[in-house]
């Protein structure tokens, strides 16, 4: 059973085109196992259509209306479509870490959008606590994993940001397996994991 969900926010960019290529394709990943995360985006699509019904209809020169049929165009074009992990070339896994493996996910990489990647972690795989400088996005593939957030298994969709602070172990019992879309850096905290820090590249 699915506990952890995408923030609203996260929910409704994607429903609106506007989230980046790799956490689109997280957030895809996630709603294909999630009834209540799909149910908030059809929401969110039909607000937005609601809105678009209501507004007041205005004349526009056949110049005008050209370039605003130019405009959504080329926002179309730019607006990820929903792929999921099985849509793009993966890379071999590499070792990380102690426990940790790492396969990237050949998401094209955006202006401010998020690098994608899968993540293997060994049953009691504990990493050091860190907080990221940016948005780190998660959705559980298999197995399992906890920190300060929860528990976290199978379907569940780990959102979190600059103000978070975790230092999640991998659940006994099997391989942890996540896809991750991450804008910026992990930053470790501990002494140790500033130690390390040089030789984990996620």
Known sequence: MIKHHAKSETLAAYAAGTLDAGRAMVVTEHLHRCAHCRSAVADFEAVGGAMLEAAEPVPMSPAARE?????LEAARVAAPMRKTLKDYELGPWRWIGPGLHLRAVHVPVEKDGARVFMLRGAPGTRLPQHKHDGTELTCILSG????????????????ADEADLHSPVIAPGEDCI?????????????????????????
């Open 67 to 71: 370039a605003v049929l130019a405009r």
């Open 144 to 159: 399992a994993f906890q920190h300060e957030g929860g528990y976290y298994s199978a379907g569940d969709c780990d959102d």
């Open 178 to 202: 996540c896809v991750v879309a991450m804008q910026g850096n992990i930053v470790f905290q501990s002494r140790l994991g500033r130690l390390i820090q040089p030789f984990v590249r996620l």
